[in-house]
């Protein structure tokens, strides 16, 4: 069994893996930087630190998150931090990692973003690899 934070995305339940979890927080204000990556919402101080903050909508290929959306995931890829934008978090529970099921179809974003499953209430819910929706960084997880 493995440690599991379920969050949701676009109203959908996800499994984040506990060890890609540095915290999770609510953010203060973002500053938008400008050419970035549609992706990066902006930059915001966290801690006496700076971290980039991905809208998770649209690096999933769907509507961009809420304009006050505050809620975020941070993550640590190669010594950056990334707030990592979510609708809500529920808890952190153990599950077994299972495949992906032959008959689940995944589009899009959640295609690539998505490694494995886990059941929660006889419910599958998609395992989101924080890495595979970072801006250029998804090729360092195939």
Excluded: N
């Excluded at 995931?73 to 190669?78: A, G, M, S, Y």
């Excluded at 032959?102 to 599958?124: K, Q, Y």
Aim: proline fraction near 6%; glycine fraction near 8%; aromatic fraction near 2%.
């Amino acid at each position: 069994m493995e440690l599991f934070l379920i969050a949701h995305v676009a109203g959908r339940p996800v499994a984040i893996e506990s060890a890609q979890v540095d915290s999770v927080v609510d953010l203060g204000d973002t500053v938008a930087v400008p050419r970035a990556e549609r992706t990066v919402r902006g930059l915001a101080a966290l801690r006496s630190r700076v971290v980039t903050v991905i809208d998770t909508g649209l690096a999933l290929g769907l509507a961009p998150m809420p304009a006050d959306a505050r809620r975020a995931v941070i993550t640590r890829v190669e010594g950056h931090a990334y707030a990592v934008l979510v609708d809500a978090l529920e808890d952190v529970a153990s599950f077994d990692r299972l495949p992906l099921s032959p008959g689940l179809a995944l589009r899009g974003g959640w295609a690539r973003a998505g490694e494995a499953m886990v059941e929660r209430d006889g419910e599958p819910v998609l395992i989101l690899d924080l890495v595979r929706i970072i801006p250029g960084l998804a090729s360092l997880a195939a």
